[in-house]
């Protein structure tokens, strides 16, 4: 009988859709920052929302650049795994 040869891996990459995710949040996240110390300053820019979206959609903007950057960014290749993983 034949042994299956051994399977060797490389060291994997980081995928691109992780880096593009990190990235975004950060600046996502800096972004909102800027943002609240502006609104600190004048909060009659939102003062038409009513509390509750405001509370919700200071999180839910850069959870959805994060989400949206995730989706638009390439899947890494791994032409180093046999066929049924990758």
Known sequence: ???DPQ???SKPPIETKVK???LVSYLAGVAGMAALQALADD???IAFLPDWIEAITLPLVPTALTA???WKARHTPRPDLPGDQR
């Open 1 to 3: 009988m034949h042994a």
């Open 7 to 9: 399977v060797t891996y």
């Open 20 to 22: 593009a995710m990190g």
């Open 68 to 70: 949206l950057a995730g």
């Open 43 to 45: 909060p009659s820019m």
